[in-house]
């Protein structure tokens, strides 16, 4: 009789589904298994490798150095994000414009990115004029501290301040008990504090259809990914208001999917070379009409506390 399953969110007990999944970011192989809870369609790993670390090699996204930019530059971003606050002209490339406009920041809220990676988001906004930046993660390669941006490599637990706003930008399934992890959030946040939380989700098309090849299970590293009925569940428990979503998935859950489906590994491959242009914007727009319907891979959660 195999062991009693228990859902990080929701508590339920004996009713899963199980897989073994691939790592194949690196193309290891290596397999893990991970169980997706029935009542609610959270999915987590089963047993954390006590290597996890070793998962994170010196090419994950957190080992590239931050980019600087010069003063002309600083300056151009200055007057690109006040032309954006304006509504005056909008920036399709720019996509952290689009993550944060709901959260309609000012220049001096304190701000935290919470598994900031190399803190390149948090230097873009400190380029922006944002004065109040904080940025933290375990496996941040260097640490940085500016007047105006801070960056510590620490994990959640470890996290003493309090802030306006906190952020997650793919870093929340990453962390192995989620409902402990909402709560430390919550606690973090002023009061009438904002928090996003931008996610891989389960109620993903591409999941139903791709199972395992699905490229953001990213096993182990991914150690539990939620549904949007998960978000909501954890939101509530904590008195969190889930004012907004937006799902935003792109190309990338059908290329990287195929890729990985075809024995090819992130590392070794190019994703941009995999597709041409016309099946790229097809995809894309594939992608768009997805997230119409909340079906695509990925989202973005608004969440404000009250007084």
Known sequence: MSEKFKCLVC???????????????????????????????????????????????????????????????IFYKRLRWKLFKRNIFRFKKIKFLDWISPLDLNLNDKIADIGCGNGQLLYEMYCSGFSN???????????????????????????????DVIMLHHSFEHMPDPKSSFKKLASLLNPNGKLLIRVPVTDAEI?????????????????????????????????LSLTKIIFDSNEKQFVITEMYKKGF???????????????????????????????????????KKAR
């Not at 193309?27 to 954390?48: M, N, P, T």
């Not at 096993?219 to 909501?232: G, T």
Request: hydrophobic share 35%; aromatic share 14%.
């Open 11 to 73: 508590d339920s007990y004996e009713k899963r589904k199980s897989y073994f999944i691939p790592e194949n970011m690196f193309g290891w192989k290596h397999l893990f298994l991970y169980e997706e809870c029935v009542d609610c369609r959270s999915l987590q790993i089963k047993d954390i490798p006590i290597n996890l670390e070793d998962y994170y090699s010196n090419q994950y996204y957190t080992s590239k150095d931050l980019i600087f930019s010069n003063p002309l530059k």
């Open 207 to 239: 999941w139903e259809k791709e199972n395992i090849n699905w490229f953001q299970l990213d096993a182990p590293r991914h150690l539990f990914i939620p549904s949007v009925k998960a978000m909501r569940i954890m939101g509530d428990l904590e008195g």
């Open 133 to 163: 930046l904080h940025g933290y993660d375990p496996f941040l390669n260097k640490e940085l501290s500016m007047n105006g941006l801070v960056l510590e490599k620490c994990q959640l637990e470890e996290i003493k301040e309090s802030f």
């Open 265 to 303: 590994s992130l590392k070794d491959s190019d994703p941009e070379k995999f597709v041409n242009r016309k099946m790229k914007m097809e995809l894309l727009m594939k992608a768009k009409l997805l997230n119409k319907i909340q079906k695509g891979d990925q989202a973005c959660f608004y969440f």
